[in-house]
DNA sequence: TAAATTTGGTTTATAAAATAAACTTGTTTA
DNA sequence: TAAACAAGTTTATTTTATAAACCAAATTTA
């Protein structure tokens, strides 16, 4: 049988957001925005509903005067993500038992 | 850049749909309801929107006197199936690059 | 054989998601 | 100092995913 598939990692922009986070110590916003090619108020959402889950931890300060939003991502994270990709496999190796 | 992913397959059910079909001559709509585990109502809309895309082919017949639905995937939906896994395999391959 | 149940679905209703557009707050530049 | 820009957030809208309700025919049971 198809083992579920997490519903917070099965969607094309968090999929691509804990992608760059998985690769690297931290990210913030606008690199997160560059790498993924989102629109600011999309990722802005995305994020959020990630930060909701654990899955990653957002500071919130600032690089000189600007403000500036760093993402990393927590080990539940890379736990799920980790979970997420296994359970993907099983969808992608067509009828191989 | 991350590559988009085809929405018609981003669907964990349509998705367990064609799986199981890119590894069979062909499946009635009894087989992939058990194979999926999902509910006929879901499977019925999603079988529907794959074979709108020409994904799936869809032959209504009877087996004995009762209706049987049988379903195949096209070469348009090998091939949609086989850019989708490459596309996803970006997402997955973190921070490789 | 009539009623109840099962089979094989489809249609419809609803809740959740994804996404972009509009907005906010503050900063830099002309 | 007015206009443009940066970094996000909030809100509104359009899609989706999904299950519940429904339907017709076949089969089983009483």
Chains 1, 2 share one sequence.
Do not use: W
């Not at 957002?58 to 500036?68: D, L």
């Amino acid at each position: 049988m198809f083992p579920k598939l997490d519903p917070l990692l099965h969607s094309e922009l968090r999929l691509a957001v804990m992608s760059v986070l998985a690769g690297v110590e931290s990210a913030d916003f606008t690199f997160l925005k560059a790498q993924t090619g989102a629109t600011a108020g999309n990722l802005s959402v995305q994020i959020d509903k990630l930060a909701n889950a654990g899955y990653i931890a957002v500071e919130k300060g600032f690089k000189g005067k600007m403000p500036c939003t760093t993402c990393r991502i927590t080990p539940e994270g890379v736990e799920a993500f980790d979970s997420y990709v296994s359970a993907l496999k099983e969808y992608l190796s067509a009828g191989q038992s």
